[in-house]
T-cell receptor, first 114, second 112 residues
Framework: DAKTTQPPSMDCAEGRAANLPCNHSTISGNEYVYWYRQIHSQGPQYIIHGLKNNETNEMASLIITEDRKSSTLILPHATLRDTAVYYC???????????????FGQGTILTVHP | DAGITQSPRHKVTETGTPVTLRCHQTENHRYMYWYRQDPGHGLRLIHYSYGVKDTDKGEVSDGYSVSRSKTEDFLLTLESATSSQTSVYFC???????????FGEGSRLTVL
């Protein structure tokens, strides 16, 4: 049973912000939200993760709602190289009993166009 | 770059033959994982390892076995390959103290 729900596809204009939503209504209190992406034929790439507070790094920002039932990944200035499949995952952290194994769903295909 | 090498990168084999895929890491990380990726299914965990000789099953482990006799190598074996095991296989590692996974370049397996 899927823990997350993402739209199958989204479009974004180059230079604009890309906002990718994810619903995780059954998330438990000790589960993190992780985001990965996969550019065509390559291995997935880690983007960001968070528990309850908003997070930002050099790649993206992660906004988690107060009830933690949904989140949004923000790519502030999308480029053509950001075209990829984006995966939202919830899981215990590396110190948890699941040993941090992540189950990937279908993801969102983000297409950035000129 | 997390120092992960998968081999072979491409393999074509026939139904019923054994196949072993190798994941090699150079940085002595404890946790290693094997995933498969198929159209319409995203990535699915096959097996994972949390140390030498310590392995456990993922969600799609039937038909697969793994071994980890030394830290740097995590082997995935298909004892008798079937066409349903045609897929792209990814190895991943988790760095000590880190939360994220680092993935290899993938191994494309075709079973005829």
């Amino acid at each position: 049973d899927a823990k997350t729900t993402q739209p199958p596809s989204m479009d974004c204009a180059e230079g604009r912000a890309a906002n990718l939503p994810c619903n995780h209504s059954t998330i438990s209190g000790n589960e993190y939200v992780y985001w990965y992406r996969q550019i065509h034929s390559q291995g997935p790439q880690y983007i960001i993760h968070g528990l309850k507070n908003n997070e930002t790094n050099e790649m993206a920002s992660l906004i988690i709602t107060e009830d933690r039932k949904s989140s949004t990944l923000i790519l502030p200035h999308a480029t053509l190289r950001d075209t990829a499949v984006y995966y939202c995952i919830v899981d215990l952290n590396a110190g948890g009993t699941s040993y941090g194994k992540l189950t990937f769903g279908q993801g969102t295909i983000l297409t950035v166009h000129p | 770059d997390a120092g992960i090498t998968q081999s072979p990168r491409h393999k074509v084999t026939e139904t019923g033959t054994p196949v072993t895929l190798r994941c090699h890491q150079t940085e002595n990380h404890r946790y290693m994982y094997w995933y498969r990726q198929d159209p319409g299914h995203g990535l699915r965990l096959i097996h994972y390892s949390y140390g030498v000789k310590d392995t456990d099953k993922g969600e799609v482990s039937d038909g697969y076995s793994v071994s980890r006799s030394k830290t740097e190598d995590f082997l995935l074996t298909l004892e008798s390959a079937t066409s349903s095991q045609t897929s792209v296989y990814f190895c991943a590692i988790r760095k000590r103290g880190g939360e994220e996974l680092f993935f290899g370049e993938g191994s494309r397996l075709t079973v005829l």
